[in-house]
């Protein structure tokens, strides 16, 4: 059936470290999108990418439609990077919908 | 902050009570969603409204209901509560119908004693 899934499940880094997490998507999409819950539980939206790449200060992310997957790039980790990293898609076959993957938990540590 | 609003921050009530939610999207934007995050669960798409209209349903079940008013905001009514409605109920909002990026609000957190 259609999926999202993210992975790794869980990372813990020391500050300043570097990371890649990854979104895999089943079918192909029209919207995707990159959330980040602090641990206070706010979303806030990193990425609208549906294709391409983007960066935002020391994000980054890159979308390859034809393959199916994103990545987030998260340089020189800091502690208030901490959280949850979601990737949230919309399928072409199935508009209206935002569904989000299961999550990257990060951790950072001093 | 997000610019969409939800109101109450938090709710608690008892078993077998309704209880309504409601979200005031960002100025300018037609499209609302609502979540359901539980612990077990991550986030569950429930709704998409777009200027009016549903757009789109996920899993959400008979005993809630949802509606977006002519000024663009939105209510999500829970009936017959059960304990495992228990979770945080988020509304975002978006500018366009599919295509344009999604803005939450800080939750409404909801616990069924």
């Known amino acids: 059936g259609i999926q999202v899934e993210q992975s790794p499940p869980d990372l813990i880094l020391q500050e300043g470290a570097n990371s890649t997490l990854r979104c895999n998507f089943s079918d192909s999409v029209n919207n995707l999108q990159w959330f980040h819950q602090n641990p206070w539980g706010q979303l806030i939206n990193l990425f609208y990418i549906p294709s391409g790449t983007k960066q935002n200060g020391r994000l980054s992310a890159t979308t390859v439609a034809t393959e199916r997957y994103s990545l987030l790039y998260i340089s020189s980790s800091q502690t208030t990077d901490s959280g949850v990293y979601f990737c949230?898609?919309?399928?072409?076959?199935?508009?209206?919908?935002?569904?989000f993957g299961q999550g990257t938990t990060l951790q950072v540590k001093p | 902050d997000s610019g969409v609003t939800q109101t109450p921050k938090h709710l608690i009530t008892a078993t077998g009570q309704r209880v309504t939610l409601r979200c005031s999207p960002r100025s300018g934007d037609l499209s609302v969603y609502w979540y359901q995050q539980s612990l077990d669960q991550g986030l569950q798409f429930l709704i998409h409204?777009?200027?009016?209209?549903?757009?789109a349903k996920g899993n959400i079940l008979e005993r809630f209901s949802a509606q977006q008013f002519p000024d663009l905001h939105s209510e999500l009514n829970l009936s017959s509560l059960e304990l495992g409605d228990s979770a945080l109920y988020f509304c975002?909002?978006?500018?366009?119908?599919?295509?344009?990026?999604?803005?939450f609000g800080n939750g409404t957190r909801l616990t069924v004693t």
């Open positions: 949230a898609v919309m399928f072409s076959s199935n508009t209206g919908k935002l569904i």
């Open positions: 975002a909002s978006s500018v366009r119908l599919d295509n344009s990026p999604l803005h």
């Open positions: 409204y777009y200027n009016g209209e549903e757009r």
